[in-house]
C-alpha cells in the first residue's frame, strides 16, 4: 500500500514535520514557517467552551423501534407503525461536574436522545431520575451555582449546595432520589432513563393527551455505594465511558423498553397536584405504563469530539404529534437549551453531521454565520414570501393548541389539592427497604453535617421531618453524630 501524504489544512503537502524553519541551523524559529502556525493555532482552538452542565459525556448510535400500537395517542410518523425503526444518537452525563470529572460519582445522570425522524429531529432530553430538583426556571442558574465549585474557594462547598437546598424545598423529593442507592449508577447501561417533564402528545383526529416518559434498561438496574462509587473512581475515572464503549464494541448491545404514562388532557385541571410539577411523579396506580417500543445502541461513535462533545440537543426540536406542556422548567429549556449550543458551537451548529438531520429534508432560509456550509442554489433566495418557489409553510400545527386565561404577571402555580414539596419524597422513603433506608440516612448524612451554619442544617432537617416523620428523625440524629465525632 502506498504511503499517504501529510498536508496542510490547504491540502499542500509537508515537507518536514519534525523540525520547524529557523534562520540558519540554529537561529530563531520563522514566522514564515506556514505549518508550525497552522499546527500551533489549531492547537490553541481545539477546545471550545464546555457545557455548564453535563459536561462530562459518553454517547453511541442506534436505533429506537416500535413494538407497540400507539397511534391513538399521536400522529408523529416515526412511532406511527409497529416494527417502524429510526435512526438515533444517545448522549449520557453527569451533570454538576466538568468535562475532566470522574464517571462513578452521585450525581443526577442526563439521558438525551436524538431521533433521526424523516419529519425531522426530535430531540429527548431527560436525566435518569423522574424529578428535578426545583420547578421553575427562574431558579435554575442559581441551583447550578450552589451545586458547582464556589469562585472564592474554587471548590463544591456543602456550605452551598446545602443551603440552597434549605431554601427550596421542592428539592426534598430528588435529594431522596439521590441521596438513594440509585445516585451512583454501575454504568450507563444499568440505569433507567426518564424524560422527566411532561409532554403533549395529540394524535390524527387532534386529541391532545399528556404524556411522561420511562426507558427502563433490560440489562437491569444496578448501582454503586458510596465507597464503591469512590473505589471505581480510583481505579478509572473514566468507568461509565469504558463500559459503554467495550459493551458496544464486544457487540453487547444495551437496550432500554420505552414506556410511558398517558393522561387525557381533560383530566389536567382537576388532577390532585399539578401534573406539570417535575419535582413530582404520576402514581402509576393513576397512570400506568404502557409499552412503546425499545431502544438499542449498537455503533460507538468514530470521534469523541465531534460526535459526543458537539452533539447538541434541545427539547424544542419537537416533530409533527409532539409537543411541550406548560411545565415552567420545560418551557424554559425549550430556550435555554439551544442557546447554549448557539453560543458553545454557533448558530450553524445544526449542520454539524452528528446534529444534522438525516432522514428529512432541510429547507429554510438561513445562510449566513460562522460554519456555515449549506448555500442552496443560485437561484434560491434568502427571504420568505417570495415569488421563486421557495420552501413554504405547511398551516399545520405540530400539536393541539393550549388553552390559555388570566392576567400576565408572575405567577405561582395554581394549587391543587395535593400540591406540597414533601409528600411524594415521604413516598418514596416508605417504599424503601431496611437496608436501603440506612444507605439512604448515611448519605445525606455525610454531606449535611459538613455544612457550618446551624441554622440552614435546621432547614433541611425540618424539610426531612415534614417528608416522614422517620425520615427525619433518622437523618437529624445521625447528622448529630457525625458532628460531635
Same mark, same amino acid.
Given at each position: 500500500?502506498?504511503?499517504?501524504?501529510?498536508?496542510?489544512?490547504?491540502?499542500?503537502?509537508?515537507?518536514?514535520? +519534525?523540525? *520547524?524553519?529557523?534562520?540558519?541551523?540554529?537561529?530563531?524559529?520563522?514566522?514564515?514557517?506556514?505549518?508550525?502556525?497552522?499546527?500551533?493555532?489549531?492547537?490553541?482552538?481545539?477546545?471550545?467552551?464546555?457545557?455548564?452542565?453535563?459536561?462530562?459525556?459518553?454517547?453511541?448510535?442506534?436505533?429506537?423501534?416500535? %413494538?407497540?400500537?400507539?397511534?391513538? /395517542?399521536?400522529?408523529?410518523? !416515526?412511532?406511527?407503525?409497529? &416494527?417502524?425503526?429510526?435512526?438515533?444518537?444517545?448522549?449520557?452525563? %453527569?451533570?454538576?461536574?466538568?468535562?475532566?470529572?470522574?464517571?462513578?460519582?452521585?450525581?443526577?445522570?442526563?439521558?438525551?436522545?436524538?431521533?433521526?425522524?424523516?419529519?425531522?429531529?426530535?430531540?429527548?432530553?431527560?436525566?435518569?431520575?423522574?424529578?428535578?430538583?426545583? #420547578?421553575?426556571?427562574?431558579? /435554575?442558574?442559581?441551583? $447550578?451555582? *450552589? +451545586?458547582?465549585?464556589?469562585?472564592?474557594? &474554587?471548590?463544591?462547598?456543602?456550605?452551598?449546595?446545602?443551603? /440552597?437546598?434549605?431554601?427550596?424545598?421542592?428539592?426534598?423529593?430528588?435529594?431522596?432520589?439521590?441521596? &438513594?442507592?440509585?445516585?451512583?449508577?454501575? *454504568?450507563?447501561?444499568?440505569?433507567?432513563?426518564?424524560? @422527566?417533564?411532561?409532554?403533549?402528545?395529540?394524535?390524527? =383526529?387532534?386529541?391532545?393527551?399528556?404524556? #411522561?416518559?420511562?426507558?427502563?434498561?433490560?440489562?437491569?438496574?444496578?448501582?454503586?455505594?458510596?465507597?464503591?462509587?469512590?473505589?471505581?473512581?480510583?481505579?478509572?475515572?473514566?468507568?461509565?465511558?469504558?463500559?459503554?464503549?467495550?459493551? $458496544?464494541?464486544?457487540?453487547?448491545?444495551?437496550?432500554?423498553?420505552?414506556?410511558?404514562?398517558?393522561?387525557?388532557?381533560?383530566?389536567?385541571?382537576?388532577?390532585?397536584?399539578?401534573? !406539570?410539577?417535575? %419535582?413530582?411523579?404520576?402514581?402509576?396506580?393513576?397512570?400506568?405504563?404502557?409499552?412503546?417500543?425499545?431502544?438499542?445502541?449498537?455503533?460507538?461513535?468514530?470521534?469523541?469530539?465531534?460526535?459526543?462533545? =458537539?452533539?447538541?440537543?434541545?427539547?424544542?426540536?419537537?416533530?409533527?404529534?409532539?409537543?411541550? @406542556?406548560?411545565?415552567?422548567?420545560?418551557?424554559?429549556?425549550? /430556550?435555554?437549551?439551544?442557546?447554549? =449550543?448557539?453560543?458553545?458551537?454557533?448558530?450553524?451548529?445544526?449542520?454539524?453531521?452528528?446534529?444534522?438531520?438525516?432522514?428529512?429534508?432541510?429547507?429554510?432560509?438561513?445562510?449566513?454565520?460562522?460554519?456555515?456550509?449549506?448555500?442552496?442554489?443560485?437561484?434560491?433566495?434568502?427571504?420568505?414570501?417570495?415569488?421563486?418557489?421557495?420552501?413554504? =409553510?405547511? &398551516?399545520?400545527?405540530?400539536?393541539?393548541?393550549?388553552?390559555?386565561?388570566?392576567?400576565?404577571?408572575?405567577?405561582?402555580?395554581?394549587?391543587?389539592? #395535593?400540591?406540597?414539596?414533601?409528600?411524594?419524597?415521604?413516598?418514596?422513603?416508605?417504599?424503601?427497604?431496611?437496608?436501603?433506608?440506612?444507605?439512604?440516612?448515611?448519605?445525606?448524612?455525610?454531606?449535611?453535617?459538613?455544612?457550618?451554619?446551624?441554622?440552614?442544617?435546621? #432547614?433541611?432537617?425540618?424539610?426531612?421531618?415534614?417528608?416522614?416523620?422517620?425520615?427525619?428523625?433518622?437523618?437529624?440524629?445521625?447528622?448529630?453524630?457525625?458532628?460531635?465525632?
Amino acid at each position: 500500500m502506498s504511503q499517504r501524504v501529510l498536508t496542510t489544512e490547504s491540502g499542500a503537502p509537508v515537507a518536514d514535520n +519534525q523540525n *520547524s524553519a529557523t534562520a540558519g541551523a540554529g537561529g530563531p524559529l520563522l514566522i514564515q514557517d506556514q505549518h508550525l502556525l497552522e499546527k500551533l493555532a489549531r492547537f490553541n482552538r481545539e477546545r471550545i467552551p464546555e457545557r455548564v452542565v453535563h459536561a462530562r459525556g459518553s454517547g453511541a448510535y442506534g436505533y429506537f423501534e416500535v %413494538t407497540d400500537d400507539v397511534t391513538g /395517542f399521536t400522529r408523529a410518523d !416515526f412511532l406511527s407503525e409497529v &416494527g417502524r425503526r429510526t435512526e438515533t444518537f444517545v448522549r449520557f452525563s %453527569t451533570v454538576a461536574d466538568s468535562l475532566g470529572g470522574a464517571d462513578a460519582v452521585r450525581d443526577p445522570r442526563g439521558f438525551a436522545l436524538k431521533f433521526y425522524t424523516n419529519e425531522g429531529n426530535y430531540d429527548l432530553v431527560g436525566n435518569n431520575t423522574p424529578v428535578f430538583f426545583i #420547578k421553575d426556571p427562574l431558579k /435554575f442558574p442559581d441551583f $447550578i451555582h *450552589s +451545586q458547582k465549585r464556589d469562585p472564592f474557594t &474554587g471548590r463544591q462547598e456543602p456550605d452551598n449546595v446545602w443551603d /440552597f437546598w434549605a431554601h427550596s424545598p421542592e428539592s426534598t423529593h430528588q435529594i431522596t432520589w439521590l441521596m &438513594g442507592d440509585r445516585g451512583i449508577p454501575a *454504568s450507563y447501561r444499568h440505569m433507567n432513563g426518564f424524560g @422527566s417533564h411532561t409532554y403533549r402528545w395529540t394524535n390524527a =383526529q387532534g386529541e391532545a393527551f399528556f404524556v #411522561k416518559y420511562h426507558f427502563r434498561t433490560n440489562q437491569g438496574v444496578r448501582s454503586l455505594s458510596a465507597e464503591q462509587g469512590a473505589e471505581r473512581v480510583g481505579k478509572d475515572a473514566n468507568s461509565h465511558q469504558t463500559d459503554l464503549l467495550q459493551a $458496544i464494541e464486544r457487540g453487547v448491545n444495551p437496550s432500554w423498553t420505552l414506556h410511558v404514562q398517558v393522561m387525557p388532557a381533560a383530566e389536567a385541571a382537576d388532577y390532585r397536584f399539578n401534573p !406539570f410539577d417535575v %419535582t413530582k411523579v404520576w402514581p402509576h396506580a393513576d397512570y400506568p405504563l404502557q409499552r412503546v417500543g425499545r431502544l438499542v445502541l449498537d455503533r460507538n461513535p468514530d470521534n469523541v469530539f465531534a460526535e459526543v462533545e =458537539q452533539a447538541a440537543f434541545s427539547p424544542n426540536n419537537f416533530v409533527p404529534g409532539i409537543g411541550p @406542556s406548560p411545565d415552567k422548567m420545560l418551557q424554559g429549556r425549550l /430556550f435555554a437549551y439551544a442557546d447554549a =449550543q448557539r453560543y458553545r458551537l454557533g448558530v450553524n451548529h445544526t449542520q454539524l453531521p452528528v446534529n444534522a438531520p438525516k432522514a428529512a429534508t432541510v429547507d429554510h432560509y438561513g445562510r449566513d454565520g460562522l460554519h456555515a456550509t449549506r448555500y442552496g442554489s443560485r437561484q434560491d433566495k434568502n427571504y420568505e414570501p417570495n415569488s421563486y418557489a421557495g420552501p413554504a =409553510q405547511t &398551516g399545520q400545527a405540530l400539536a393541539a393548541p393550549l388553552a390559555v386565561d388570566g392576567w400576565t404577571g408572575t405567577h405561582e402555580a395554581p394549587a391543587h389539592t #395535593k400540591d406540597d414539596d414533601f409528600f411524594q419524597a415521604g413516598e418514596l422513603y416508605r417504599l424503601m427497604s431496611a437496608d436501603e433506608k440506612d444507605r439512604l440516612v448515611a448519605n445525606i448524612a455525610g454531606g449535611l453535617s459538613q455544612v457550618t451554619r446551624d441554622d440552614v442544617i435546621e #432547614k433541611n432537617l425540618a424539610h426531612f421531618h415534614a417528608a416522614d416523620a422517620d425520615y427525619g428523625r433518622r437523618v437529624e440524629e445521625a447528622v448529630r453524630a457525625l458532628r460531635e465525632d
